[in-house]
């Protein structure tokens, strides 16, 4: 029997499918492919009503995870995910905050035992593509760097996937993106990103087409209405959403089968 064609994405908190990762899953999914998102948290370092941050009063970690939870659900509807696998470790916050030390953190968590979870996964559903951070976690952020330290380690134990791809971000994209912003007119006094942020565009091998579904983007981001992170980009004027939403970038790390050195499908050479 041939293998179902599967894509499977390793992210480490609820509302990190959709910036990234949020067009190619409903792009596959649309064209019958099996999608499978795997979140390694609940999300309990997220905002907790009104914005409360962690440690200050009235955040409870318990009904923020909850109520991220309930978010993701609605997010991975608006998406098409088929399958949603919770690992349910606990968030680890961001670089620096208290939450890195709880010994129940995802951070603190060998990284062996999670990933012998992760392979699991791996040997249910068998996924040809399999995609998550890079060593950086993109910007630093220890649940980020966890989730592709487990990632890379079931790719590599199991020796299932064909394809393994690292998110990315055009850091010319960004510049250009900016430049338009500043062109329309459009506020950008409360963004500040760093000069070398984004990845070097001679890096990036993969660009995926997903402006079809930007709306569903847009609408998976909305879902995620507790999270303060999100409102820049749910703000922007939609012609600004959807040069941003458009197009997906990678960086290819493994590939057992042929296929050519700048792709726009991630099942390039996977396909019938």
């Not at 792009?27 to 019958?32: H, I, K, Q, W």
């Not at 338009?180 to 006094?189: P, W």
């Not at 995620?224 to 959403?241: K, T």
Request: aromatic share 6%.
């Amino acid at each position: 029997m041939d293998r179902q064609l599967t894509v499977m994405a390793v992210h480490a908190h609820p509302d990190d499918e959709v910036i990234s990762t949020g067009g190619i899953l409903a792009r596959y999914a649309a064209e019958g492919i099996r999608t499978v998102l795997v979140t390694c948290t609940n999300g309990e370092q997220g905002d907790g009503p009104g914005g409360v941050k962690p440690g200050d009063p009235g955040h409870d970690d318990a009904e923020v995870a909850e109520r991220r939870l309930a978010e993701l659900r609605e997010s991975v509807a608006h998406l098409g995910i088929e399958h949603v696998e919770l690992l349910g470790y606990r968030d680890s916050g961001m670089d620096g905050w208290e939450g890195n030390a709880h010994p129940d953190s995802f951070w603190n968590v060998p990284v062996e035992r999670a990933a012998a979870r992760l392979a699991e996964l791996m040997e249910h559903y068998r996924p040809q593509v399999v995609v998550t951070y890079d060593e950086t976690g993109g910007y630093g952020h220890p649940d980020h760097i966890q989730a592709h330290r487990i990632a890379v380690a079931a790719t590599e134990s199991t020796g299932i996937p064909d394809k393994l791809y690292y998110t990315a971000v055009s850091r010319a994209g960004v510049q250009e993106m900016f430049e338009y912003m500043r062109t329309a007119g459009i506020e950008m006094d409360e963004v500040e990103l760093p000069d070398d942020f984004g990845t070097p565009d001679e890096l990036i091998t993969t660009v995926a087409d997903v402006s079809p579904y930007v709306e569903h983007k847009v609408k998976a981001l909305r879902a995620h209405a507790s999270q303060s992170d999100s409102i820049f980009l749910l703000q922007m004027p939609e012609e600004a959403q959807h040069r941003v939403f458009a197009t997906e970038s990678f960086v290819r790390k493994i590939c057992k089968v042929a296929a050519p050195d700048h792709e726009d499908d991630l099942f390039a050479g996977l396909r019938d």
